[in-house]
Protein backbone atom coordinates (compact mmCIF):
# COMPACT_ATOMS: atom_id res chain seq x y z
CA UNK A 1 0.00 0.00 0.00
CA UNK A 2 1.18 3.39 -1.20
CA UNK A 3 0.97 6.78 0.79
CA UNK A 4 -1.58 7.52 -1.51
CA UNK A 5 -4.18 4.40 -1.27
CA UNK A 6 -6.83 3.35 0.79
CA UNK A 7 -8.64 0.53 0.93
CA UNK A 8 -12.07 -0.96 2.34
CA UNK A 9 -9.92 -2.36 5.13
CA UNK A 10 -8.59 1.12 5.72
CA UNK A 11 -12.10 2.09 6.43
CA UNK A 12 -13.05 -0.03 8.72
CA UNK A 13 -9.67 1.05 10.74
CA UNK A 14 -10.70 4.47 10.36
CA UNK A 15 -14.90 3.67 11.77
CA UNK A 16 -13.23 2.52 14.88
CA UNK A 17 -11.29 5.88 15.55
CA UNK A 18 -14.42 7.54 14.27
CA UNK A 19 -17.36 5.78 15.67
CA UNK A 20 -15.99 3.03 17.84
CA UNK A 21 -18.56 1.67 20.41
CA UNK A 22 -21.54 3.20 17.86
CA UNK A 23 -23.87 0.50 16.16
CA UNK A 24 -22.39 -0.71 12.95
CA UNK A 25 -25.03 -3.89 12.47
CA UNK A 26 -28.31 -4.90 13.94
CA UNK A 27 -29.59 -8.99 12.47
CA UNK A 28 -32.66 -8.82 12.42
CA UNK A 29 -33.27 -12.64 12.62
CA UNK A 30 -31.50 -12.85 16.14
CA UNK A 31 -31.21 -9.32 17.42
CA UNK A 32 -27.64 -9.13 17.46
CA UNK A 33 -25.95 -6.27 17.42
CA UNK A 34 -22.22 -5.33 16.46
CA UNK A 35 -20.62 -2.18 17.12
CA UNK A 36 -18.12 -0.93 14.85
CA UNK A 37 -15.09 -1.71 17.36
CA UNK A 38 -16.95 -5.52 17.56
CA UNK A 39 -16.57 -5.55 13.71
CA UNK A 40 -13.35 -4.78 13.04
CA UNK A 41 -11.98 -7.18 15.77
CA UNK A 42 -14.00 -10.10 13.84
CA UNK A 43 -12.75 -8.70 10.70
CA UNK A 44 -9.39 -9.59 11.66
CA UNK A 45 -9.96 -13.29 13.63
CA UNK A 46 -11.81 -13.97 9.96
CA UNK A 47 -8.88 -13.07 8.50
CA UNK A 48 -6.37 -14.93 10.35
CA UNK A 49 -8.57 -18.28 9.66
CA UNK A 50 -8.66 -17.24 6.39
CA UNK A 51 -5.25 -16.61 5.65
CA UNK A 52 -4.44 -20.18 7.68
CA UNK A 53 -6.93 -21.86 4.82
CA UNK A 54 -4.82 -20.55 1.96
CA UNK A 55 -6.38 -17.59 1.32
CA UNK A 56 -3.44 -14.52 -0.28
CA UNK A 57 -3.77 -11.12 -2.16
CA UNK A 58 -5.49 -11.90 -5.38
CA UNK A 59 -7.33 -15.08 -4.75
CA UNK A 60 -11.20 -14.96 -5.17
CA UNK A 61 -13.78 -16.36 -2.44
CA UNK A 62 -16.81 -17.18 -3.63
CA UNK A 63 -20.19 -16.75 -1.27
CA UNK A 64 -23.60 -17.99 -2.04
CA UNK A 65 -26.05 -16.97 0.75
CA UNK A 66 -28.51 -14.47 2.26
CA UNK A 67 -28.07 -11.50 3.37
CA UNK A 68 -25.92 -11.87 7.19
CA UNK A 69 -22.96 -10.81 9.42
CA UNK A 70 -21.37 -13.52 8.38
CA UNK A 71 -21.44 -12.28 4.74
CA UNK A 72 -20.72 -9.23 5.36
CA UNK A 73 -17.98 -10.13 7.77
CA UNK A 74 -16.35 -11.88 4.75
CA UNK A 75 -16.24 -8.69 2.83
CA UNK A 76 -14.13 -7.36 5.81
CA UNK A 77 -11.47 -9.83 5.86
CA UNK A 78 -11.45 -10.32 1.88
CA UNK A 79 -10.44 -6.60 2.02
CA UNK A 80 -7.77 -6.84 4.87
CA UNK A 81 -5.97 -9.50 2.76
CA UNK A 82 -6.04 -8.09 -0.90
CA UNK A 83 -8.56 -11.34 -2.07
CA UNK A 84 -11.32 -10.68 -4.36
CA UNK A 85 -15.26 -11.35 -3.51
CA UNK A 86 -17.32 -13.25 -5.84
CA UNK A 87 -20.95 -12.87 -4.11
CA UNK A 88 -23.29 -15.06 -6.53
CA UNK A 89 -27.14 -14.70 -7.19
CA UNK A 90 -28.77 -17.35 -4.65
CA UNK A 91 -31.83 -17.78 -7.14
CA UNK A 92 -29.21 -18.48 -10.40
CA UNK A 93 -29.65 -22.50 -11.25
CA UNK A 94 -26.61 -24.99 -10.01
CA UNK A 95 -25.12 -24.72 -13.76
CA UNK A 96 -25.17 -21.45 -13.47
CA UNK A 97 -23.66 -21.24 -10.00
CA UNK A 98 -20.90 -23.74 -11.10
CA UNK A 99 -20.29 -21.06 -14.15
CA UNK A 100 -19.58 -17.86 -11.97
CA UNK A 101 -17.45 -20.24 -9.92
CA UNK A 102 -15.42 -21.54 -12.35
CA UNK A 103 -15.49 -18.62 -14.70
CA UNK A 104 -13.33 -16.63 -11.84
CA UNK A 105 -11.51 -19.83 -10.69
CA UNK A 106 -12.60 -19.55 -6.63
CA UNK A 107 -10.11 -20.85 -4.07
CA UNK A 108 -12.88 -21.12 -1.36
CA UNK A 109 -16.98 -21.49 -1.47
CA UNK A 110 -18.88 -20.30 1.44
CA UNK A 111 -22.78 -21.20 1.09
CA UNK A 112 -25.55 -21.17 3.21
CA UNK A 113 -26.99 -24.35 4.65
CA UNK A 114 -30.34 -24.11 1.97
CA UNK A 115 -27.92 -23.93 -0.67
CA UNK A 116 -24.88 -26.22 -0.24
CA UNK A 117 -26.93 -28.96 -2.07
CA UNK A 118 -26.43 -27.61 -5.24
CA UNK A 119 -22.61 -27.58 -4.37
CA UNK A 120 -22.27 -30.64 -3.68
CA UNK A 121 -23.63 -31.54 -6.96
CA UNK A 122 -20.70 -29.46 -8.43
CA UNK A 123 -17.74 -30.61 -6.57
CA UNK A 124 -16.48 -32.56 -9.14
CA UNK A 125 -16.84 -29.65 -11.50
CA UNK A 126 -14.78 -26.88 -9.90
CA UNK A 127 -11.83 -27.46 -9.73
CA UNK A 128 -10.15 -24.50 -8.64
CA UNK A 129 -11.88 -24.29 -4.99
CA UNK A 130 -10.43 -26.10 -2.25
CA UNK A 131 -12.19 -25.78 0.56
CA UNK A 132 -15.85 -25.25 1.38
CA UNK A 133 -17.12 -23.33 4.40
CA UNK A 134 -20.62 -22.98 6.00
CA UNK A 135 -22.08 -19.52 5.78
CA UNK A 136 -24.64 -17.54 7.65
CA UNK A 137 -25.68 -18.11 11.48
CA UNK A 138 -27.53 -21.79 10.42
CA UNK A 139 -24.19 -23.58 9.84
CA UNK A 140 -24.71 -27.09 7.32
CA UNK A 141 -22.45 -30.06 6.03
CA UNK A 142 -19.50 -27.93 5.08
CA UNK A 143 -16.73 -26.85 7.39
CA UNK A 144 -17.85 -24.39 10.68
CA UNK A 145 -17.58 -20.79 9.67
CA UNK A 146 -17.23 -19.91 13.38
CA UNK A 147 -14.22 -22.23 13.44
CA UNK A 148 -12.49 -19.50 11.19
CA UNK A 149 -12.89 -17.17 13.99
CA UNK A 150 -11.10 -18.96 16.70
CA UNK A 151 -7.78 -18.92 15.47
CA UNK A 152 -6.63 -15.55 16.65
CA UNK A 153 -6.72 -12.06 14.91
CA UNK A 154 -3.04 -11.80 13.91
CA UNK A 155 -2.83 -11.69 10.49
CA UNK A 156 0.14 -10.72 7.78
CA UNK A 157 -1.45 -7.99 6.00
CA UNK A 158 -1.46 -7.17 1.90
CA UNK A 159 0.46 -4.49 0.48
CA UNK A 160 -3.44 -3.68 -0.96
CA UNK A 161 -3.56 -0.79 -3.20
CA UNK A 162 -7.09 1.52 -4.00
CA UNK A 163 -7.19 0.31 -7.59
CA UNK A 164 -6.65 -3.66 -7.10
CA UNK A 165 -9.82 -5.46 -7.28
CA UNK A 166 -11.90 -6.15 -4.62
CA UNK A 167 -15.03 -7.50 -5.70
CA UNK A 168 -16.31 -9.45 -9.03
CA UNK A 169 -20.28 -9.02 -9.64
CA UNK A 170 -21.37 -11.14 -12.42
CA UNK A 171 -23.73 -9.10 -15.11
CA UNK A 172 -26.43 -10.69 -17.15
CA UNK A 173 -25.62 -13.18 -19.52
CA UNK A 174 -24.67 -11.44 -23.14
CA UNK A 175 -24.58 -13.50 -25.95
CA UNK A 176 -25.65 -16.15 -23.90
CA UNK A 177 -23.09 -15.97 -20.87
CA UNK A 178 -22.27 -13.60 -17.44
CA UNK A 179 -19.16 -11.64 -17.46
CA UNK A 180 -17.65 -10.99 -14.31
CA UNK A 181 -17.29 -7.12 -13.21
CA UNK A 182 -14.75 -6.52 -11.24
CA UNK A 183 -14.70 -3.98 -9.21
CA UNK A 184 -11.35 -1.90 -7.24
CA UNK A 185 -11.70 -0.67 -3.54
CA UNK A 186 -11.16 2.59 -5.36
CA UNK A 187 -14.39 2.19 -6.93
CA UNK A 188 -16.76 1.01 -3.76
CA UNK A 189 -15.47 3.88 -2.02
CA UNK A 190 -15.89 6.09 -4.52
CA UNK A 191 -19.52 5.07 -4.59
CA UNK A 192 -19.86 5.91 -0.94
CA UNK A 193 -18.68 9.18 -0.99
CA UNK A 194 -21.16 10.11 -3.32
CA UNK A 195 -24.21 8.24 -2.14
CA UNK A 196 -22.90 9.58 1.45
CA UNK A 197 -22.98 13.37 -0.20
CA UNK A 198 -26.20 13.10 -2.67
CA UNK A 199 -28.25 11.56 0.62
CA UNK A 200 -26.93 13.78 3.17
CA UNK A 201 -26.32 10.83 4.98
CA UNK A 202 -25.01 11.29 8.57
CA UNK A 203 -24.35 9.05 11.45
CA UNK A 204 -27.95 9.63 12.91
CA UNK A 205 -29.94 7.94 9.86
CA UNK A 206 -30.27 4.37 10.06
CA UNK A 207 -30.02 1.81 6.75
CA UNK A 208 -32.68 -1.03 6.42
CA UNK A 209 -30.71 -3.39 4.32
CA UNK A 210 -33.48 -5.28 2.21
CA UNK A 211 -31.42 -5.91 -1.37
CA UNK A 212 -29.30 -8.87 -1.59
CA UNK A 213 -25.41 -8.42 -0.87
CA UNK A 214 -24.79 -9.84 -3.87
CA UNK A 215 -26.25 -7.25 -5.97
CA UNK A 216 -24.91 -4.37 -6.73
CA UNK A 217 -27.60 -2.15 -5.11
CA UNK A 218 -27.34 -3.78 -1.72
CA UNK A 219 -23.76 -4.10 -1.54
CA UNK A 220 -23.14 -0.62 -2.52
CA UNK A 221 -26.15 0.71 -0.24
CA UNK A 222 -24.33 -1.40 2.56
CA UNK A 223 -20.88 0.40 2.40
CA UNK A 224 -21.91 3.66 1.78
CA UNK A 225 -24.33 3.62 5.43
CA UNK A 226 -20.96 1.57 7.00
CA UNK A 227 -18.91 4.75 5.42
CA UNK A 228 -21.03 6.96 7.22
CA UNK A 229 -20.95 5.72 10.55
CA UNK A 230 -24.35 4.42 10.19
CA UNK A 231 -26.31 1.21 11.59
CA UNK A 232 -27.57 -1.21 9.68
CA UNK A 233 -30.59 -3.11 9.94
CA UNK A 234 -30.12 -6.36 7.87
CA UNK A 235 -33.03 -8.41 6.64
CA UNK A 236 -32.04 -11.68 5.53
CA UNK A 237 -34.63 -11.27 2.89
CA UNK A 238 -37.77 -8.97 2.24
CA UNK A 239 -41.00 -9.30 4.32
CA UNK A 240 -43.12 -6.66 4.32
CA UNK A 241 -44.65 -6.97 8.28
CA UNK A 242 -40.63 -7.23 9.29
CA UNK A 243 -40.22 -4.22 6.86
CA UNK A 244 -42.31 -2.18 8.24
CA UNK A 245 -41.99 -3.69 11.78
CA UNK A 246 -38.33 -2.82 11.91
CA UNK A 247 -38.76 0.63 10.29
CA UNK A 248 -40.95 1.72 13.59
CA UNK A 249 -38.44 0.14 16.11
CA UNK A 250 -35.12 1.12 14.67
CA UNK A 251 -36.40 4.77 13.32
CA UNK A 252 -35.09 3.36 10.23
CA UNK A 253 -34.72 6.46 7.53
CA UNK A 254 -33.46 5.31 4.40
CA UNK A 255 -33.81 2.35 2.37
CA UNK A 256 -32.57 0.86 -2.16
CA UNK A 257 -35.54 -0.34 -3.34
CA UNK A 258 -37.12 -2.43 -6.55
CA UNK A 259 -40.83 -3.15 -7.41
CA UNK A 260 -42.81 -4.06 -5.76
CA UNK A 261 -40.42 -3.37 -2.86
CA UNK A 262 -41.80 -0.42 -2.04
CA UNK A 263 -45.47 -0.97 -2.86
CA UNK A 264 -45.30 -3.72 -0.27
CA UNK A 265 -44.27 -1.44 2.34
CA UNK A 266 -46.86 1.07 1.77
CA UNK A 267 -49.91 -1.20 1.83
CA UNK A 268 -48.05 -2.95 4.94
CA UNK A 269 -47.99 0.38 6.60
CA UNK A 270 -51.98 1.06 5.48
CA UNK A 271 -53.07 -2.43 6.83
CA UNK A 272 -51.31 -1.95 10.09
CA UNK A 273 -51.07 1.95 10.61
CA UNK A 274 -47.46 1.60 11.90
CA UNK A 275 -45.26 4.78 12.27
CA UNK A 276 -43.09 5.02 8.79
CA UNK A 277 -42.42 8.61 8.58
CA UNK A 278 -38.51 8.42 9.69
CA UNK A 279 -37.77 7.20 5.95
CA UNK A 280 -36.70 10.43 4.56
CA UNK A 281 -34.93 8.68 1.46
CA UNK A 282 -36.17 5.84 -0.82
CA UNK A 283 -34.11 5.00 -3.99
CA UNK A 284 -33.80 3.15 -6.85
CA UNK A 285 -37.13 1.89 -9.37
CA UNK A 286 -40.00 2.39 -9.27
CA UNK A 287 -43.31 3.60 -10.79
CA UNK A 288 -44.46 7.01 -10.51
CA UNK A 289 -47.96 6.24 -8.31
CA UNK A 290 -45.34 3.93 -5.91
CA UNK A 291 -42.99 7.06 -5.41
CA UNK A 292 -45.84 9.90 -5.23
CA UNK A 293 -47.53 7.98 -2.79
CA UNK A 294 -44.32 7.00 -0.79
CA UNK A 295 -43.60 10.61 -0.60
CA UNK A 296 -47.30 11.52 0.28
CA UNK A 297 -47.38 9.81 3.34
CA UNK A 298 -43.89 10.01 4.54
CA UNK A 299 -42.78 13.23 3.28
CA UNK A 300 -39.21 12.08 2.28
CA UNK A 301 -37.99 11.86 -1.12
CA UNK A 302 -37.45 9.39 -3.52
CA UNK A 303 -34.28 9.45 -5.69
CA UNK A 304 -34.11 8.62 -9.39
CA UNK A 305 -31.19 6.86 -10.91
CA UNK A 306 -29.07 5.52 -14.01
CA UNK A 307 -26.18 3.25 -13.20
CA UNK A 308 -25.15 -0.63 -13.74
CA UNK A 309 -22.76 -2.36 -12.17
CA UNK A 310 -19.63 -1.04 -14.05
CA UNK A 311 -20.44 2.13 -12.91
CA UNK A 312 -20.35 1.29 -9.48
CA UNK A 313 -24.32 1.02 -9.46
CA UNK A 314 -24.84 4.78 -10.51
CA UNK A 315 -23.45 7.20 -13.07
CA UNK A 316 -26.73 10.03 -12.69
CA UNK A 317 -28.80 10.44 -9.35
CA UNK A 318 -31.38 13.03 -8.36
CA UNK A 319 -34.84 13.50 -6.59
CA UNK A 320 -37.47 12.33 -8.12
CA UNK A 321 -39.48 15.68 -7.89
CA UNK A 322 -36.30 17.87 -9.57
CA UNK A 323 -37.47 16.29 -12.70
CA UNK A 324 -39.93 13.43 -12.61
CA UNK A 325 -39.15 10.57 -15.15
CA UNK A 326 -35.78 11.43 -15.69
CA UNK A 327 -32.80 9.61 -14.41
CA UNK A 328 -31.41 12.85 -12.55
CA UNK A 329 -28.06 14.79 -13.33
CA UNK A 330 -24.61 13.69 -13.57
CA UNK A 331 -22.45 12.59 -10.54
CA UNK A 332 -19.87 15.12 -8.76
CA UNK A 333 -16.91 12.71 -9.80
CA UNK A 334 -17.64 11.61 -13.03
CA UNK A 335 -18.88 12.70 -17.09
CA UNK A 336 -21.12 10.98 -18.73
CA UNK A 337 -21.21 11.60 -22.54
CA UNK A 338 -23.98 10.40 -25.57
CA UNK A 339 -22.69 9.34 -28.81
CA UNK A 340 -23.39 8.09 -31.70
CA UNK A 341 -22.27 4.85 -33.48
CA UNK A 342 -19.42 6.58 -34.71
CA UNK A 343 -18.23 8.01 -31.15
CA UNK A 344 -19.24 11.55 -31.69
CA UNK A 345 -21.25 13.32 -29.22
CA UNK A 346 -24.57 13.98 -30.00
CA UNK A 347 -26.32 17.47 -29.60
CA UNK A 348 -28.66 18.23 -26.44
CA UNK A 349 -32.05 16.34 -26.75
CA UNK A 350 -31.12 13.78 -29.34
CA UNK A 351 -30.34 10.19 -28.44
CA UNK A 352 -26.82 8.72 -28.07
CA UNK A 353 -25.11 5.54 -26.46
CA UNK A 354 -24.15 6.41 -22.33
CA UNK A 355 -20.64 6.52 -22.43
CA UNK A 356 -18.82 7.39 -19.09
CA UNK A 357 -15.50 7.99 -17.66
CA UNK A 358 -13.94 8.48 -13.45
CA UNK A 359 -13.07 6.76 -10.61
CA UNK A 360 -17.19 4.59 -10.70
CA UNK A 361 -15.81 3.14 -13.78
CA UNK A 362 -15.00 -0.52 -13.29
CA UNK A 363 -11.55 -2.07 -14.14
CA UNK A 364 -12.94 -4.15 -16.62
CA UNK A 365 -14.63 -7.93 -17.62
CA UNK A 366 -13.06 -10.82 -15.85
CA UNK A 367 -10.41 -12.84 -18.20
CA UNK A 368 -12.07 -11.03 -21.43
CA UNK A 369 -9.39 -8.71 -23.28
CA UNK A 370 -11.47 -8.03 -25.77
CA UNK A 371 -14.58 -7.30 -24.68
CA UNK A 372 -12.44 -5.05 -22.75
CA UNK A 373 -11.21 -3.52 -25.63
CA UNK A 374 -14.12 -3.23 -27.16
CA UNK A 375 -16.27 -1.49 -24.00
CA UNK A 376 -13.46 0.75 -23.61
CA UNK A 377 -13.03 2.27 -26.94
CA UNK A 378 -11.76 5.84 -27.02
CA UNK A 379 -11.32 6.00 -23.85
CA UNK A 380 -14.81 5.78 -22.05
CA UNK A 381 -16.93 3.08 -20.55
CA UNK A 382 -19.34 2.07 -23.47
CA UNK A 383 -22.60 1.09 -21.38
CA UNK A 384 -24.73 -0.23 -24.20
CA UNK A 385 -27.24 1.87 -22.86
CA UNK A 386 -29.13 5.18 -24.90
CA UNK A 387 -30.09 7.80 -23.42
CA UNK A 388 -30.73 11.84 -23.89
CA UNK A 389 -30.15 14.77 -22.17
CA UNK A 390 -32.56 18.01 -21.93
CA UNK A 391 -31.50 21.64 -21.79
CA UNK A 392 -31.09 21.59 -17.81
CA UNK A 393 -28.81 18.34 -18.08
CA UNK A 394 -31.29 15.56 -16.57
CA UNK A 395 -30.73 12.08 -18.15
CA UNK A 396 -33.55 10.89 -20.04
CA UNK A 397 -32.91 6.90 -20.63
CA UNK A 398 -34.11 5.60 -23.95
CA UNK A 399 -33.55 2.07 -23.58
CA UNK A 400 -31.08 -0.31 -24.62
CA UNK A 401 -28.80 -0.70 -27.82
CA UNK A 402 -29.73 -3.30 -30.06
CA UNK A 403 -26.62 -5.24 -29.85
CA UNK A 404 -27.28 -5.20 -25.49
CA UNK A 405 -30.99 -4.96 -24.99
CA UNK A 406 -31.85 -5.72 -21.67
CA UNK A 407 -35.09 -6.49 -19.49
CA UNK A 408 -35.30 -5.21 -15.80
CA UNK A 409 -37.87 -7.84 -13.56
CA UNK A 410 -37.81 -6.30 -10.38
CA UNK A 411 -34.21 -4.92 -10.31
CA UNK A 412 -33.02 -8.02 -12.05
CA UNK A 413 -31.00 -8.51 -15.69
CA UNK A 414 -31.91 -10.20 -17.42
CA UNK A 415 -30.61 -10.85 -21.47
CA UNK A 416 -33.82 -11.98 -24.28
CA UNK A 417 -30.62 -13.87 -25.76
CA UNK A 418 -29.75 -16.08 -23.12
CA UNK A 419 -33.86 -16.80 -22.43
CA UNK A 420 -34.19 -17.04 -26.04
CA UNK A 421 -31.93 -19.95 -26.41
CA UNK A 422 -33.50 -22.02 -23.47
CA UNK A 423 -36.68 -21.59 -25.40
CA UNK A 424 -35.73 -22.79 -28.50
CA UNK A 425 -34.44 -26.10 -26.44
CA UNK A 426 -37.88 -26.99 -26.14
CA UNK A 427 -38.31 -29.60 -29.04
CA UNK A 428 -42.19 -27.91 -29.64
CA UNK A 429 -40.73 -24.40 -30.66
CA UNK A 430 -39.43 -23.00 -33.96
CA UNK A 431 -39.20 -19.65 -33.76
CA UNK A 432 -39.00 -16.97 -30.47
CA UNK A 433 -38.27 -13.28 -29.87
CA UNK A 434 -38.13 -12.32 -26.01
CA UNK A 435 -38.99 -9.10 -24.73
CA UNK A 436 -39.66 -6.91 -21.91
CA UNK A 437 -43.36 -5.80 -21.38
CA UNK A 438 -45.27 -3.63 -18.76
CA UNK A 439 -45.78 -5.18 -15.62
CA UNK A 440 -47.74 -3.92 -13.09
CA UNK A 441 -45.90 -5.48 -10.11
CA UNK A 442 -42.51 -6.24 -11.33
CA UNK A 443 -42.88 -2.87 -13.89
CA UNK A 444 -40.88 -4.75 -16.50
CA UNK A 445 -42.17 -8.66 -17.33
CA UNK A 446 -40.59 -10.68 -19.85
CA UNK A 447 -42.69 -11.96 -22.35
CA UNK A 448 -41.91 -14.33 -25.42
CA UNK A 449 -43.73 -14.56 -28.44
CA UNK A 450 -43.11 -18.19 -30.13
CA UNK A 451 -43.63 -19.95 -33.65
CA UNK A 452 -44.70 -23.73 -32.68
CA UNK A 453 -43.02 -25.99 -35.07
CA UNK A 454 -45.94 -27.81 -37.83
CA UNK A 455 -48.08 -30.06 -35.67
CA UNK A 456 -46.90 -29.35 -32.39
CA UNK A 457 -49.02 -27.96 -29.61
CA UNK A 458 -48.14 -26.74 -26.16
CA UNK A 459 -49.42 -24.84 -23.31
CA UNK A 460 -48.07 -21.16 -22.11
CA UNK A 461 -47.42 -22.71 -18.36
CA UNK A 462 -45.97 -25.61 -19.92
CA UNK A 463 -43.29 -23.36 -21.96
CA UNK A 464 -42.74 -20.89 -18.52
CA UNK A 465 -42.11 -23.99 -16.75
CA UNK A 466 -39.84 -25.44 -18.83
CA UNK A 467 -37.28 -22.35 -19.03
CA UNK A 468 -37.67 -22.09 -15.17
CA UNK A 469 -36.46 -25.64 -14.37
CA UNK A 470 -33.11 -24.84 -16.70
CA UNK A 471 -31.74 -21.33 -15.76
CA UNK A 472 -32.91 -18.91 -12.45
CA UNK A 473 -36.58 -18.50 -12.03
CA UNK A 474 -36.61 -14.86 -12.49
CA UNK A 475 -35.46 -15.05 -16.13
CA UNK A 476 -38.54 -17.25 -17.14
CA UNK A 477 -41.30 -15.54 -18.95
CA UNK A 478 -44.92 -14.46 -17.27
CA UNK A 479 -45.94 -14.30 -20.57
CA UNK A 480 -45.90 -16.29 -23.50
CA UNK A 481 -47.70 -15.87 -26.62
CA UNK A 482 -48.20 -18.21 -29.86
CA UNK A 483 -48.51 -16.90 -33.32
CA UNK A 484 -48.86 -18.44 -36.62
CA UNK A 485 -46.02 -17.02 -37.77
CA UNK A 486 -43.18 -14.37 -37.19
CA UNK A 487 -42.10 -11.05 -39.10
CA UNK A 488 -39.09 -11.69 -40.76
CA UNK A 489 -35.75 -10.07 -41.92
CA UNK A 490 -34.05 -10.18 -45.26
CA UNK A 491 -31.67 -12.60 -43.43
CA UNK A 492 -34.45 -14.75 -42.26
CA UNK A 493 -34.00 -13.87 -38.60
CA UNK A 494 -36.88 -12.72 -36.34
CA UNK A 495 -37.92 -9.18 -37.04
CA UNK A 496 -37.48 -8.32 -33.41
CA UNK A 497 -38.66 -4.51 -33.80
CA UNK A 498 -41.98 -5.60 -35.64
CA UNK A 499 -42.54 -8.46 -33.23
CA UNK A 500 -42.28 -5.78 -30.23
CA UNK A 501 -44.42 -3.80 -32.04
CA UNK A 502 -47.27 -6.33 -32.64
CA UNK A 503 -47.02 -8.02 -29.10
CA UNK A 504 -45.65 -5.52 -27.04
CA UNK A 505 -48.67 -3.77 -25.69
CA UNK A 506 -50.07 -3.44 -21.45
CA UNK A 507 -50.33 -7.41 -20.73
Known sequence: MGLYDFTFYDLINRNVVTYGDKAAWFEVDDGQTLTFSQYKEKVDSLACGLQKAGINKGDRIGALGKNSLEYFL????????????????????????????????????FADKEFQDNIKGLKDKLPSVEKYFNLGPEGGGFSDFQALLGQGNEFDGADVATDDG?????????????????????????????????????????????????????????????HAG?????????????????????KVSMMFTFAPILSSVLEEHEKTGKDISTLRVSAGLDTPDTIEKYQEITGGTFYCMYGQTE????????????????????????????????????????????TMKGPMVFKGYWNLPEDNEYTFREGWHHTGDQGR???????????????????????????????EKVVLEHPAVEK????????????????????????????????????????????????????????????????????????????
Open 432 to 507: TVVFGVPDPKWKEGIKAVCKLKEGEALEPQELIDFVGERIARFKKPQYVEFVADLPLLEDGSPDRAKVKELYGGEQ
Open 389 to 419: FDEDGFLWYAGRKAEKELIKPGGENVYPAEV
Open 311 to 354: TSCVATFGAYNDRPGSAGKTLPLAEVRLVDDYDHPVPVGEVGEI
Open 74 to 109: LYGAAAALGAIMLPINWRLSADEVGYNLNDCGSKLV
Open 166 to 226: FVIIHTAAVAGRPRGALLSHGNVLCADMHFGYLLNLTPQDVHLNILPLFHVGGLFMVTSSF
Open 230 to 250: IMNVNMSGFDAAKAVEMIEEK
